[in-house]
């Protein structure tokens, strides 16, 4: 810092230390500020938690770990028990809010409480994965994450107020951004970042408020204090660069999407794996710039596969998750009872697919419809006799790979389906019929619309899914984020019914629950479309060659199963450009090779029908390739700008903060009279420009040498002379004999002709570093500061 500041007043530190009035207000203050900037981060978790409801427990918590620390460190606790007393004070807290009736008199936890804990745990675990975002905060989404955010508050309070690293405290923050980093389709947001920079900038102007009160407090009496401006330039130095990193971070981290953080360079922490958790990461997995989370699938079956992972049957309430239906689910997965059997006049196909999956980390498992039989799985697996779903039953996530699936595939065509009449109301479980009371009227006239030429429920089904993939519907994955109605829910499919734009759990769902509408029992599959043939072969467990396919995050797909008496569960298609429309479900007046054509994967429309066969090199190839041209033109231009708009922040922070911390000290001049200002500007200026002090100078043997070694003209030296005589008198007069007649004063007008006359001597580079490089902005090592000597040793005194 500067050279020869006034030297420090009498100090006491430790637990002798006398607790002020002043000390006191000091801990509570910093931990109000740790709430204020902890809350301050949380604002961006809106968007991942729906309503604004969560808040309030959120608030209660962080006061409460913030009130426990503080009381701690008021009755002077040692200091590493002032984090546990902030931990003993969350669970207390949370204990109140979410366990009363099992806790000892409302507050202290019990083995109930720890119970009950272990139920909410579980109840957020299954939240989390069963539900998009944002997501409904019930009791164990609330409960985990004011577990987590007092966690956090903990952390910064420890850092910012109890162990006085105010700056370190930011790695706590940062904890709480991962969340909407990961999370949100558009990351933080503006909003959400300015929020959490100004929390953690309020923290660093604490810690630097704390500074000063303690200066003042130790060194009452003494003739002149530290100025407040090198603290202050300090902290906003931190802030400035937090920011500069901010900024720079999505450039240079892999792991970011391309974009300016904090608006639209959201964090992919998770990409290694798939995990397809059912309709909660459907949209960002399609939104994958590349492809990750490669799965594979070989199989015997002359048709192309959907890979279901689970389905979706309850369309009322705002969000929209598979249920588990734990009641009906059976054990063993080795022999399954087939699914409803079709006519005798439907034949079946049995299809045997041996699945590769080691980046897909799910407890639902990934099997092609429907299924009969699974082998080579370890662990207990369950499954449902009504959706043939399969599911871990312990609720691992773990990825699995080899094993086998023979499924039962009823062979349909388009004459056996435009035969069969209406379903009777008993034919399945009402929760493949059952509709919202409050279904928004544009998805009953939207349905009534698209079926009003058509009749019976083949023909019903074949005029929604066209009515879909008509030239009115868009498929884009962004205008749902754009629009705000990205995700699921009644609410959500009525704004794309209105905007006609979306992806394909928009086009599903809305082919579904309009076909409840007008009669069909419906449901949502949700797993993998068909992918690409890799062009080779394995044998399978029986000797046969199976042909192998490959889809990865891009292929992640939703589609909707009607039910027809007599064929079971049949899918459809109403996504344009996405999957595989089947044969059956292809109108007579249209041509089936150019309909396979018109649906196949844009990222795949090169190929001819059928897709010639890419060896597995063309094909990793392929996955590596850069965006098009066209989708990449902008981006260097983009990343050149940020970079531009990044170097000069870089380059004038440093400057404006000088210049206002000279600005400062300039003011308080003026407004005291007093010659510390004054000095400490002289000495900044001359390490600005390359003339560093020493451990043993004095101010007037630092003056003396700078003199020389600056060359300073005489009428400078004169001015450095006059400077250093008005800081020596001031700071080393006896306080007690009180105002001396004759003593010099300090003038600015000395600082000004210092100067000048030292970017008079000084070459072009030294003026350029000393302008936007000073290096008194810059903290300077120890040995290099100039000590103030006890009066009796300083000449002349």
């Known amino acids: 810092m500067t050279a020869t500041l006034a030297p420090p007043g009498p100090t006491r530190t430790g637990p002798s230390a006398p607790r002020t009035r002043h000390t006191g207000n000091a801990q509570w203050a910093g931990g109000a500020v740790t709430a204020i900037a902890v809350l301050l981060c949380c604002l961006s978790v809106h968007g991942v938690l729906e309503g604004s409801a969560w808040l309030w427990p959120l608030g209660m918590a962080v006061a409460a770990v913030v009130a426990g620390t503080a009381l701690a460190r008021w009755f002077r606790f040692p200091t590493a028990l002032v984090p546990v007393a902030g931990m003993a004070a969350l669970v207390l807290v949370l204990t109140l809010m979410f366990s009363a009736d099992a806790a000892f008199l409302g507050i202290f936890p019990t083995a ?11 109840g957020a675990q299954t939240t989390v994965i069963t539900q998009v975002i944002p997501v409904i905060p019930d009791a164990g989404v609330v409960f985990v994450a004011c577990l987590a955010v007092g966690l956090v508050t903990v952390l910064v309070d420890t850092l910012a107020v109890t162990l006085r690293m105010p700056a370190a405290s930011g790695f706590g923050l940062f904890t709480v951004l991962l969340v909407p980093a990961i999370i949100k389709p558009q990351s933080v947001g ?31 009496g003494a003739p002149a204090s530290r100025p407040s401006g090198p603290q202050a330039a300090g902290a906003a130095g931190i802030g400035a660069g937090a920011l500069v990193a901010a900024l720079l971070v999505s450039l240079a981290i892999p792991g970011f999407n391309a974009g300016a953080f904090p608006q639209g360079a959201r964090f992919n ?18 939104r994958q710039p590349t492809a990750t989370g490669r799965i594979t699938y070989a199989t015997d079956s002359t048709r192309p596969l959907y890979l279901r992972s689970t389905t979706l049957e309850d369309f009322s309430g705002t969000r929209w998750a598979p249920d588990t239906r734990e009641n009906d689910r059976q054990s063993g997965v080795e022999e399954m009872a087939a699914a409803p059997a079709p006519d005798p006049g439907i034949p079946t196909d049995t299809v ?38 399969i599911l871990s039953g312990t609720g691992s996530s773990e990825p699995r790979s080899g094993y086998e699936v023979v499924s039962e595939a009823p062979i349909i065509t388009g004459e056996a389906l435009s035969g069969i009449p209406p379903a009777p109301a008993d034919a399945v479980d009402p929760m493949f019929t059952d509709l919202p009371g409050n279904l928004p009227q544009i998805i009953r006239d939207t349905a009534r619309e698209a079926v009003a030429d058509a009749r019976g429920p083949y023909a019903q089904a074949l005029a929604l899914q066209s009515y879909l993939r008509g030239p009115d519907f868009d498929y884009s994955l962004e205008a749902p984020v754009e629009g705000g109605y990205d995700g699921n829910g009644i609410d959500v499919l009525a704004r794309f019914l209105e905007q006609r734009s979306g992806y394909c759990i928009h086009f599903a769902s809305a082919m579904a629950v309009m076909a409840r509408e007008v009669g069909i029992p419906s449901r949502m599959g949700l797993g993998y479309a068909p992918g690409r043939a890799t062009g080779t072969t394995i044998p399978g467990p029986d000797g046969t060659e199976l042909d192998e396919y490959a889809v990865d995050a891009r292929d992640a797909h939703a589609w909707p199963e009607l039910y027809f008496e007599g064929a079971g569960w049949v899918r459809f298609e109403p996504t344009p450009s996405r999957g595989v429309v089947p044969a059956y479900s292809v109108e007579r007046q249209q041509n089936a090779a150019s309909a396979a054509q018109a649906d196949a994967d844009p990222r795949e429309l090169q190929n001819p029908v059928p897709p010639a066969l890419p060896t597995t090199e063309s094909e990793a190839e392929a996955e590596s390739q850069p965006l098009a041209p066209e989708e990449t033109a902008g981006a260097p231009w983009a990343g050149v700008g940020i970079g531009l708009l990044v170097a000069a922040a870089a380059v004038l922070t440093p400057w404006a903060l000088r210049r206002r911390r000279s600005g400062v000290r300039r003011q308080e001049h003026a407004e005291t009279g007093s010659a510390a200002p004054a000095w400490a500007e002289a000495t900044d200026l001359a390490q600005d420009f390359g003339y560093r002090a020493r451990t043993a100078d004095s101010p007037r043997s630092y003056a003396d040498r700078l003199a020389v070694q600056a060359e300073l003209p005489q009428h400078a030296a004169n001015a450095l002379a006059r400077l250093r005589t008005a800081y020596e008198a001031e700071a080393y007069a006896n306080p007690a004999s009180g105002p001396r007649t004759g003593r010099s004063r300090a003038d600015w007008q000395d600082v000004d002709v210092l100067r000048s006359a030292l970017r008079a001597s000084a070459a072009a580079p030294v003026r350029l570093r000393a302008k936007f490089i000073p290096a008194s902005f810059f903290p300077a090592p120890r040995a290099g500061q100039a000590q103030a000597r006890p009066p009796s040793s300083v000449p002349g005194s």
């Open 112 to 122: 109930a409480t720890l119970e009950r804990a272990g139920t909410l745990l579980a």
């Open 190 to 220: 503006v909003a959400g970042f300015a929020a959490a920079a100004a929390g953690y900038l309020l923290i660093l102007a604490a810690g630097t408020w704390q500074e000063r009160r303690d200066r003042a407090v130790q060194g009452a």
């Open 269 to 286: 922490f998770l990409t290694g794996t798939t995990g397809l958790n059912p309709v909660v990461t459907l949209g960002n997995d399609l």
């Open 352 to 389: 045997r697919t041996v699945i590769g999956s080691p980046s897909y980390a799910s407890p639902w498992l990934l099997a092609p419809y429907a299924p009969s039989a699974v082998s080579g799985l370890e662990g207990s697996w369950t499954w449902d006799p009504a959706t043939m779903t």
